[in-house]
């Protein structure tokens, strides 16, 4: 497995279930830390999405705060532009686990732009998941799911521009390490494993196609554009699912 990340210059380790880094073997490209936290936001009206949701919370190049938010249970992701660092996420997630509070911080209410929102496939009869909005596709995601042994082998395809049957030739395509201009991420494992909830998991990274290029933000009156190298934005959503769903598999849900 040493060489599956070939032709991806960014490295997310999947080992630490409420923080994770994005690093970029890239001269002078910073990390770039999230937080992952499980969050439950009931209204009145019981069949509301994004209820019971996962969140992803961080910064990209592009977008100073940004948030992911995946509803597994309705099948939806939203992509978010936030107003300030969610550091209610970053306590549900990690701040909680890791201090002796005894009280419940407050935190400032943030407001929330919807950059983007889309739909995922997922079903128990289904090899591989589609994120049909954003044009990508999960080889796989079934097995990876269902077996420790398959995490290695995820695979998450750009898919502009092919018709269904293109798009299945390509998501059943045999595994192979070398590099190929559609995959965007995929799934590796580093070292000898370690034992988690049980079983045995090997070290698990999320090997990322970086993005460069320029971007302004559309929300700054006369915003020149910047340059920009690291993680797309939109590359946030398959990896916030892909999170949520590893993390969440279990009893409660299942495909």
């Known amino acids: 497995m040493k060489d599956s990340c070939n032709g991806f210059n960014m490295r997310v380790s999947m080992n630490s279930e409420y923080r994770f880094k994005i690093r970029s073997v890239t001269p002078d490209v910073r990390s770039r830390e999230f937080f992952y936290a499980s969050r439950l936001e009931p209204v009145v009206q019981g069949n509301e999405t994004f209820q019971y949701f996962h969140r992803i919370s961080g910064s990209t190049p592009q977008t100073k705060h940004i948030a992911v938010d995946v509803d597994i249970q309705n099948k939806a992701w939203r992509l978010l532009r936030l107003n300030g660092t969610d550091n209610q996420n970053e306590w549900l997630g990690y701040g909680s686990r ?26 128990k009869h289904q090899k591989h998941m589609h994120i049909p909005e954003l044009n ?34 390509l998501l059943d395509k045999k595994w192979s390490s070398k590099s190929d201009p559609r995959v965007i991420m995929r799934t590796a494992a580093f070292g000898h494993g370690r034992k988690t909830l049980g079983y045995s998991r090997r070290s698990l990274y999320m090997c990322v196609r970086e993005h460069e290029g320029y971007s302004s ?19 946030l959503v398959p990896l916030a699912i892909v999170w949520a769903l590893r993390a969440d598999k279990g009893d409660r849900f299942e495909i």
């Open 136 to 169: 990508m596709s999960a080889s796989n995601m079934k097995d990876f799911l269902h077996s420790v042994n398959q995490e290695p082998f995820l695979r998450i395809y750009d898919t502009r521009g092919l018709n269904d049957d293109q798009v299945t030739s």
């Open 98 to 123: 890791h201090t002796n509070v005894t009280r419940l911080p407050k935190f400032f209410t943030l407001s929330a732009h919807i950059v983007q929102k889309g739909t995922m496939s997922l079903h």
């Open 217 to 235: 933000d559309r929300f700054a009156e006369h915003a020149a554009p910047r340059h920009v190298v690291g993680i797309d934005d939109r590359n």
